[in-house]
């Protein structure tokens, strides 16, 4: 099987699952690429170009993902344009600074912010009750929390809307719907930050990347449709089950197994 057709295909479960769950689907797309190609007989991809791939999945897959749960009422627009400008910030930074990181130091963070953020989504927690135009959060720790989680997002290329997700839940108490929403539009804010930092220091493959532009274009919306359909706890026990499982893999490659 070709690179292209692998990469092709690995999109297209990832923005499926971007636009279900609200996130990038970095943290899905980032272990298909790394291991899928040499199961399937293709061509090891590095690990620069992977976390560059998915930082072009996660803007497609949250533009388009956002657009859709927006026209649903679930996207707070005062948490986005709070929340998105610095994690932004953070994200361009973390991005050019990924340039000299070892390829096991990438992946260690990786699996560590995946073990939290899948914590995060099982832990209990008493959510506001309040439609998206009326979510309130405290601006300076929301700040703090985009700053954070963009700077991650940025150094390992998956603009972090997984971990998102999980922050606004347990941390501002935005009700899991909103919270999946408002995270892709936050998402794309540090997402396309990220692009500029991995594009000015190499780490774009551009022929790749309109491959995953592409089925993002297929896979997002229809993730979308399906997630206003289903059950919000449901929702995040799978998000949860995909962050840990992700993290394992990449701990193991990290540690050499």
């Given at each position: ?69 927006r ?29 000299d ?13 995946s ?60 009700p ?36 995953v ?8 919306p ?36």
């Amino acid at each position: 099987m070709s690179t292209e057709l692998v990469v092709a295909l690995s999109g297209l479960v990832a923005s499926f699952l971007s636009g279900l769950l609200g996130i990038g689907g970095g943290i899905v797309l980032t272990p298909l690429l790394l291991y899928a190609p040499q199961l399937l007989g293709a061509g090891a991809l590095p690990v620069k170009i992977v976390t560059g791939l998915t930082v072009v999945q996660a803007i497609s897959g949250s533009v388009l993902g956002a657009q859709r749960h927006r026209a649903y009422g679930n996207v707070a627009n005062r948490l986005v344009l709070t929340m998105g400008p610095p994690a932004a910030l953070a994200s361009l930074i973390g991005a050019f600074l990924s340039r000299d990181a070892s390829d096991q130091l990438l992946l260690w963070i990786f699996a560590a912010f995946s073990f939290f953020g899948g914590i995060l989504l099982v832990l209990p927690v008493q959510a506001q009750d309040a439609a998206a135009r009326d979510v309130r959060a405290n601006t300076p720790f929301a700040v703090a929390l985009a700053i954070a989680i963009g700077a991650f997002g940025g150094v390992v290329g998956i603009g972090a809307i997984a971990f998102i997700v999980a922050a606004l839940i347990y941390f501002l108490r935005v009700p899991p719907r909103v919270a999946i929403g408002s995270s892709l539009g936050i998402g794309m804010f540090g997402a396309v930050a990220a692009f500029i930092g991995k594009a000015a220091t190499a780490q774009i493959d551009p022929g790749l990347a309109l491959i995953v532009v592409a089925s993002a274009l297929v896979g997002s919306p229809i993730g979308a449709y399906v997630s206003v359909r289903t059950r919000t706890d449901a929702l995040l026990r799978i998000l949860a089950i995909l962050v840990v499982i992700a993290g394992i893999r990449i701990a193991l490659s990290a540690a050499g197994a």
